[in-house]
């Protein structure tokens, strides 16, 4: 759309499954995001795996604009990436922007520290969004925080996605069964559809762009 802010910083969310081997996916994305973290504008790519759906992952990259990412999207190299990956995934997109951040540390690699919330709201999305402000506040309390960000898609406004992380595997395990959070997930039941999905921390690669 020509009325969109070229500056404003945006978020990509891209969901694979991968069809074949996932080792192979893994190697061939990491050539892409390493082409990634030299384009102008692009801040980090976080890369997750679902731990109960293990031909599943999740990459959140995050750019400083509109324009970078766009300005990437259209260049030679990326397109012969995506004509590489492609016969390996099937792939869900989406463009989001962050309503809500809290950060405290990074998520170490290799554990299942890294919580999706992925949610459709019922209702008012102000009452959503004050649920979600409420959960996080019972996670910063947690042992082992590391951060929350709350992604409201900019294609289908009513979709969000939360993304929760914690230092390693057993400081998420002790947040998740923690009474308080407990409560506050059961909450959103009143005004969102959402699920809970823990994933292993695949990678968190920044952006090297002068």
């Known amino acids: ?8 910083p945006l978020t990509i969310v891209n969901r694979f499954t991968v069809k074949g081997d996932p080792g192979k996916f893994e190697q ?14 692009f801040a980090y790519l976080v890369t997750v795996r679902l731990v109960d759906s293990p031909d599943v992952y999740v990459h959140i990259g995050h750019w400083r604009s509109l324009e970078g990412f766009i300005d990437t999207v259209h260049t030679e190299t990326f397109l012969e990436h995506v004509q590489c990956l492609e016969p390996m995934v099937d792939t869900e997109a989406d463009h989001a ?30 009452e ?7 959960l996080s506040r019972h ?14 898609s900019a ?3 009513q979709q969000y996605l939360g993304v929760a992380w914690w230092y390693d595997t057993g400081s998420c395990d002790r947040a998740l069964a923690d009474d308080d959070c407990r409560e506050a997930v059961g909450r959103l039941d009143r005004v969102a559809r959402f699920r809970i999905e823990r994933t292993r921390h695949i990678a968190y690669e920044r952006g090297v762009a002068g």
């Not at 759309?1 to 404003?8: A, G, K, V």
């Not at 996670?139 to 409201?152: A, K, M, N, Q, S």
Request: hydrophobic share 35%; with cysteine.
């Open 139 to 152: 996670f910063v309390g947690t042992e082992g925080f590391g951060g929350f960000d709350l992604l409201r």
């Open 155 to 157: 294609l289908r406004p």
């Open 97 to 126: 922007v962050s309503v809500d951040r809290v950060l405290v540390r990074n998520a170490r690699e290799g554990h299942e520290n890294v919580v999706l919330i992925p949610s459709t709201v019922l209702g008012g999305c102000l």
């Open 128 to 134: 959503f969004e004050k649920e979600v402000r409420e």
């Open 28 to 41: 061939d994305f990491r050539e892409h995001s390493q082409y990634l973290r030299r384009r102008p504008d």
């Open 1 to 8: 759309m020509t009325d969109r802010d070229l500056n404003r």
